[in-house]
């Protein structure tokens, strides 16, 4: 059992990669989103058929120690409002007002709460008026259509007592039973606003995950398999599905890029890399410095705080499967999604909206005949179809016209998501199904003249969880801020991680362990964070203290070779295809395919280098070479 399974699960398609020790084998398949777990095991019988030459899910299921699982459904959730409506009830006076301090909480507020947030007074009235009371502002709640409600207090003692009020008037055990919430439940922040906003996004997020990591999950037991599928959170490591939070699986495909870039960084010796990582309903956007993943002391979600840590990372709603429409005469990219149901017209599903997909394969990028590998054929009629009656014929323009159009305001929309951190020294990590095919265009657009493509672009998400181990992060807020009360956290989280790490199937005392110790002022502002030894002494009089554990049970990594100088030459066409580059002009390109390049073999643009399961646009003016890894670097020579 030394095989690691890495899954990432986007919104169009799902890749699956493999590591037996030696050598990575991947592949995709579509995301079947009436039930995921579909995808997931085809997925796994697709992978099966290359180790062994013919599918077989049990051997590679009883030979896997781990399989680990992340996803960006409860990134497109948020961006397309696909949740429960939340509810808050507080004792807190103007929590709403101090939840809606910023433009992105305000929106985000408006669009999981809206009106449905409601205050009681504990100390109003009797016991029985505020059990009278609390059941009439959970009712008034839930008729306004909330699913769940978070219930804050602005400290535990006030969150007890109002949870002893409603359990005894809203029972669990009940099937009409609305999910409550509490906030000191999920995170020690004593920043209400924080604190608060991380249970209402994963309150958010919850069920959405539930539903799919249980049947994937029951699924597996049919196969007895052993070891417990893994979930793969935005701290960069993974847990059982029993032990995770819904609000750390938030962008966990994207933190495997990160690990990922990270990684390239390294071996290529980037100083300041940009990723970006195209997927089907958004695209990610990260930074890694100096070939390392720095994430925030507290972490943001759509631009609001949130309590945890969290990489840096941002999604924008333009992706493989993003509607391209027309409105106002302007043509506009996202944020909606056809998904992968019904997808992008040429996939044959019905889709009846424009993608960037159906352009690239009207242009000629695409051949219709060797999308994912020739495994699925895509269908440029249903493209020409659609493109003509919602493009070009409202803007009454020509469909060639509209394909350039459409392509140029793509990249723009590209370029938007990350030019906001390009720096002189910038080099852009393109991956994802969609990321080699607009990489150059959005690069020049953002002043970037270096762009990595990874040999394992198509699936470089599910490749970078790779460099993760298994773990559980901590934090409690302490007390009152002196050594002895810090001292006894640190022996509440010891005996919590022992207890969770063995149900890992890890002993604490094996695993890397690392404690930080935080100060804040009491209205959140960080004074301090630095690690953590018992028997520090404290000196924080009048503020804020709080103390994490992270503990991380090692599992092996894959070693990637340093990057060294080859001798350049001409790199050799497989065949030609026809590109439009223009309203009124056809190329005839060379189109490259990755695996029969050896390293150092280079060219210019326009070209189309095919890799594994994607398609490279080298735009003119870009010049490409082969590294000795086989990786793919572009180089605008303009």
Same mark, same amino acid.
């Given at each position: 059992?030394?095989?690691?399974?890495?899954?990432?699960?986007?919104g #169009?398609l799902?890749?699956?990669c493999a590591?037996?020790?030696?050598?990575f084998?991947?592949?995709?398949?579509?995301?079947?989103?009436?039930d995921?777990?579909?995808?997931?095991?085809?997925?796994?019988?697709k992978?099966?058929?290359a180790?062994?030459g013919?599918?077989?899910?049990e051997?590679l299921?009883?030979?896997t120690?781990?399989?680990?699982?992340?996803?960006?459904?409860?990134t497109?959730?948020?961006?397309?409002r696909?949740?429960p409506?939340? $509810?808050?009830?507080?004792t807190?006076?103007?929590l709403?007002d101090?939840?809606?301090?910023?433009?992105p909480?305000?929106?985000?507020?408006?669009?999981?709460?809206?009106?449905?947030h409601a205050?009681i007074?504990?100390?109003a009235g009797?016991?029985?008026?505020a059990?009278?009371?609390?059941?009439?502002?959970?009712?008034?709640?839930?008729?306004?259509g909330?699913?769940r409600?978070? /219930?804050?207090g602005?400290?535990?003692?006030?969150e007890?007592?109002l949870?002893?009020?409603?359990?005894r008037?809203f029972?669990?055990?009940?099937?009409?039973?609305?999910?409550?919430?509490?906030?000191?439940?999920l *995170? $020690?922040d004593r920043?209400?606003?924080?604190?608060?906003?991380?249970?209402v996004?994963?309150?958010?997020?919850?069920?959405t995950?539930?539903?799919?990591?249980?049947g994937?999950?029951?699924?597996?037991?049919s196969?007895?398999?052993v070891?417990p599928?893994?979930?793969?959170?935005?701290?960069?490591?993974?847990?059982?599905?029993?032990?995770a939070?819904?609000?750390?699986?938030?962008s966990?495909?994207?933190?495997?890029?990160?690990?990922? #870039? *990270?990684a390239?960084?390294?071996?290529?010796?980037?100083?300041?890399?940009v990723?970006?990582?195209?997927g089907?309903?958004?695209?990610? /956007?990260g930074?890694?410095?100096g070939?390392?993943v720095?994430?925030?002391?507290?972490g #943001?979600v759509k631009?609001?705080?949130?309590?945890?840590?969290?990489?840096?990372?941002?999604?924008?709603?333009?992706g493989?499967?993003?509607?391209?429409?027309?409105?106002?005469g302007?043509?506009?990219? $996202?944020p909606?999604s056809?998904?992968?149901?019904p997808?992008?017209a040429?996939?044959g599903f019905?889709?009846?909206?424009a993608?960037? #997909?159906?352009?690239?394969?009207?242009?000629?990028?695409?051949?219709p005949?060797?999308y994912m590998?020739g495994?699925?054929?895509l269908d440029?009629?249903r493209?020409r179809?659609v493109?003509t009656?919602?493009?070009?014929?409202?803007?009454?323009?020509?469909?060639?016209d509209?394909?350039?159009?459409?392509?140029?305001a793509?990249?723009a929309?590209l370029?938007?998501s990350?030019?906001?951190?390009v720096?002189?020294e910038t080099?852009l990590?393109a991956?994802?199904?969609?990321?080699p095919?607009?990489?150059a265009g959005?690069?020049?657009i953002?002043?970037?003249r270096?762009?990595l493509?990874?040999?394992?672009?198509?699936?470089?998400?599910?490749?970078g969880?790779?460099?993760s181990?298994?773990?559980?992060?901590y934090?409690?807020g302490v007390?009152?801020?002196t050594t002895?009360?810090?001292? *006894?956290?640190h022996?509440?989280? /010891?005996?919590?991680?022992?207890?969770?790490?063995?149900?890992?199937?890890?002993?604490?005392?094996d695993?890397?362990?690392?404690?930080?110790?935080?100060i804040?002022?009491?209205d959140?502002?960080?004074?301090e964070s630095?690690?953590?030894?018992?028997?520090?002494?404290?000196?924080a009089?009048g503020?804020?203290?709080?103390?994490?554990l992270?503990?991380a049970?090692?599992l092996?990594?894959?070693?990637?070779?340093?990057?060294?100088?080859v001798?350049?030459?001409?790199?050799a066409?497989?065949d030609?295809r026809? /590109?439009?580059?223009?309203?009124?002009?056809?190329d005839t390109v060379?189109?490259?395919?990755?695996?029969?390049?050896?390293?150092?073999?280079?060219g210019?643009g326009? *070209?189309i280098?095919e890799?594994p399961?994607?398609t490279?646009?080298?735009?003119? $003016?870009?010049d490409f070479?082969?590294t000795?890894?086989?990786d793919?670097l572009?180089?605008?020579?303009?």
């Open positions: 059992m030394d095989t690691l399974i890495n899954i990432d699960n986007g #169009t799902t890749d699956i590591w037996d020790g030696d050598a084998t991947f592949t995709k398949t579509l995301t079947t989103p009436q995921l777990s579909d995808c997931l095991f085809t997925g796994l019988e992978v099966s058929a180790l062994y013919e599918a077989d899910l051997r299921l009883h030979g120690q781990h399989l680990r699982y992340s996803t960006t459904q409860g497109n959730a948020l961006v397309e696909q949740g409506m939340i $509810g808050i009830l507080t807190m006076p103007g709403a101090l939840m809606r301090g910023s433009d909480e305000r929106e985000l507020f408006t669009g999981l709460v809206g009106d449905r205050r007074d504990l100390d009797s016991a029985e008026e059990d009278r009371e609390a059941v009439r502002l959970v009712t008034r709640l839930t008729t306004l909330a699913g409600v978070v /219930v804050a602005h400290s535990q003692e006030e007890h007592r949870r002893h009020v409603l359990l008037r029972p669990r055990h009940l099937l009409g039973s609305v999910p409550l919430l509490y906030s000191w439940d *995170a $020690g920043n209400d606003a924080r604190r608060v906003w991380s249970c996004i994963n309150s958010f997020l919850h069920p995950m539930e539903r799919f990591l249980y994937a999950e029951r699924r597996l037991r196969y007895r398999v070891n599928l893994l979930v793969y959170r935005n701290d960069g490591a993974s847990s059982r599905v029993a032990k939070v819904a609000l750390k699986t938030y966990s495909g994207p933190r495997g890029g990160l690990e990922g #870039t *990270a390239l960084a390294r071996v290529y010796r980037l100083a300041h890399t990723m970006m990582d195209i089907g309903t958004t695209t990610d /956007v930074v890694v410095q070939g390392r720095a994430p925030d002391e507290r #943001t631009g609001v705080p949130i309590s945890y840590p969290m990489s840096n990372v941002h999604s924008k709603g333009v493989g499967s993003s509607v391209i429409a027309v409105r106002d302007v043509i506009t990219v $996202g909606r056809v998904g992968a149901t997808g992008p040429c996939f019905g889709g009846r909206q993608t960037i #997909t159906d352009v690239n394969l009207l242009l000629g990028v695409l051949d005949d060797t590998d495994t699925f054929r440029p009629e493209s179809a493109i009656e919602t493009i070009a014929a409202p803007l009454g323009i020509p469909l060639e509209a394909l350039i159009r459409m392509e140029q793509y990249f929309a370029a938007d990350f030019a906001h951190v720096t002189p080099t990590a991956f994802g199904g969609a990321g095919m607009s990489a959005a690069a020049r953002a002043g970037v270096d762009v493509i990874p040999r394992t672009a198509a699936v470089f998400s599910a490749f969880i790779s460099f181990d298994i773990g559980k992060s934090e409690v007390p009152v801020p002895e009360a810090v001292h *006894a956290a022996d509440d989280l /010891v005996a919590r991680a022992e207890r969770d790490m063995f149900q890992e199937g890890y002993a604490l005392e695993c890397r362990r690392t404690w930080t110790l935080t804040e002022e009491p959140g502002t960080l004074v630095r690690d953590y030894h018992p028997g520090d002494p404290i000196d009089a503020r804020q203290v709080s103390l994490r992270t503990a049970a090692p092996p990594h894959p070693v990637l070779p340093d990057d060294r100088a001798d350049a030459r001409t790199a066409a497989h030609t026809q /590109v439009r580059s223009a309203a009124d002009q056809v060379p189109v490259h395919v990755l695996d029969d390049l050896r390293p150092g073999d280079s210019a326009p *070209a280098v890799g399961f994607f490279a646009r080298v735009l003119p $003016g870009w070479r082969v000795a890894a086989g793919l572009l180089r605008d020579a303009r």
